[in-house]
């Protein structure tokens, strides 16, 4: 599990190696990502979009843009909460995610709200000596 807060917004990550979608034989490795979202503060806040920054064990680099997160932007209250879960295949056998979200606040101020960066490992990854 990976937790981040900025501006009392507290996301945690907790990734999850797919093995039932996964192919090594073809270089097709699968991860689903839980993630939470909880306001902390004492204001409401709306998820406007996303970022994702997804790097493969091989330094090749995606970047995923778009709006909310599975196809909500949802409203936080204080004290609320939003979960969701997403995925992400890679060609490689581990990688890592970091990211953000674009945060809309009471008075229409919009901020940035870092999401960790998080591990993506599987069984399959050889491990390297220093």
């Known amino acids: 599990m990976y937790s981040q807060t900025t501006r009392?917004?507290?996301v945690t990550v907790t990734p999850?190696?797919?093995e039932d979608q996964s192919s090594p034989t073809d270089d097709h490795y699968v991860w689903a990502y839980q993630v939470q979202i909880e306001n902390?503060?004492?204001?409401n806040a709306q998820l406007k979009n996303r970022y994702w920054r997804i790097t493969d064990s091989l330094g090749r680099i995606?970047?995923?843009r778009g709006?909310?997160?599975?196809?909500e932007q949802p409203l936080l209250?204080?004290?609320?909460s939003f979960e969701y879960t997403s995925g992400?295949?890679?060609a490689t056998p581990s990688g890592?995610?970091?990211g953000s979200y674009e945060m809309e606040g009471m008075s229409g101020e919009l901020y940035e709200v870092l999401v960790p960066a998080f591990s993506l490992d599987s069984p399959y990854e050889v491990a390297r000596p220093n």
């Open 8 to 10: 009392s917004i507290t």
């Open 16 to 18: 999850t190696f797919l």
């Open 40 to 43: 902390i503060g004492d204001e």
């Open 67 to 71: 709006a909310g997160v599975v196809g």
């Open 96 to 98: 890592i995610m970091c």
């Open 88 to 90: 992400t295949p890679l």
């Open 77 to 80: 209250k204080p004290g609320e």
């Open 62 to 64: 995606q970047e995923v």
